[in-house]
Nanobody, 116 residues
Framework: QVQLVESGGGLVQAGGSLRLSCAAS???FSWYNKAWYRQAPGKER?????????????NYADPVKGRFTISRDNVKNTVSLQMNSLKPEDTAVYYC?????????WGQGTQVTVSS
């Protein structure tokens, strides 16, 4: 059974940091591109950060550039999101995604709440 399980979310004050992790199981995801998305209440799910299968390419949404860093460990089958200088507008449920052509897997999400 393929599973993506996020962890590391929580409540943090503005200006603080959190590190999200997503552990994959059920298959090897070395060939999969991975990404973090987020969805705030009343808003659509949006891409936050992307990392290619070989980690050579990363992309970030404009609101998080310079504050968030995505990384992956293909040996441990994990992808992480280091979030610094958090703002209240970063409050959302954060989801990890693994994708290879038409194969797409999502995690269940982890809540991040940033207080002002």
């Amino acid at each position: 059974q393929v599973q993506l399980v996020e962890s590391g979310g929580g409540l943090v004050q503005a200006g603080g940091s959190l590190r999200l992790s997503c552990a994959a199981s059920g298959r090897t995801f070395s060939w999969y591109n991975k990404a973090w998305y987020r969805q705030a209440p009343g808003k659509e799910r949006e891409l936050v950060a992307f990392i290619s299968s070989d980690a050579r390419r990363t992309n970030y949404a404009d609101p998080v550039k310079g504050r968030f860093t995505i990384s992956r460990d293909n040996v441990k089958n994990t992808v992480s999101l280091q979030m610094n200088s958090l703002k209240p507008e970063d409050t959302a449920v954060y989801y990890c995604k693994a994708e290879l052509v038409r194969l797409v897997y999502w995690g269940q999400g982890t809540q991040v709440t940033v207080s002002s």
